[in-house]
């Protein structure tokens, strides 16, 4: 069974910044894609940042210049550093993973969600 960790969310202010880290940990060959999504009070869960094996990079548009995702391949992490961070950026953020469990089976993954409060 795989597992995804997250940690670092917490109250910061506007234009602040913090770092989301995401570590995945279980039986599994390897993992492609990685990526950070963020689900706001009475809103729909939404794709922030993802980031390919390869190291090919998406963002939002509302995250872009502000947001970098990257990840580490040897430790199955991946992180997102938030800079300029804005009250609308308040969410619960979420790690996810395409997991190769076998050579023919791939399992979607998702962290518990971290917090993530601007305000001042």
């Known amino acids: 069974q795989v597992q995804l960790v997250e940690s670092g969310g917490g109250l910061v202010q506007p234009g602040g910044s913090l770092r989301l880290s995401c570590a995945a940990s279980?039986?599994?060959?390897?993992?492609?894609?990685m990526a950070w999504h963020r689900q706001a009070p009475g809103k729909l869960r939404e794709l922030v940042a993802s980031?390919?094996?390869?190291?090919?990079?998406n963002y939002a548009e509302s995250v872009k210049g502000r947001f970098t995702i990257s990840r580490d391949i040897a430790k199955n992490t991946v992180n997102l550093q938030m800079n300029s961070l804005k009250p609308e950026d308040t969410a619960v953020y979420y790690c996810?993973?395409?997991?190769?469990?076998?050579?023919?089976?791939?399992?979607?993954?998702w962290g518990q969600g971290t917090q993530v409060t601007v305000s001042s």
């Open positions: 279980g039986t599994m060959l390897n993992i492609n894609t």
């Open positions: 996810s993973a395409v997991v190769q469990i076998t050579t023919l089976k791939y399992d979607y993954e």
């Open positions: 980031i390919s094996s390869g190291g090919s990079t």
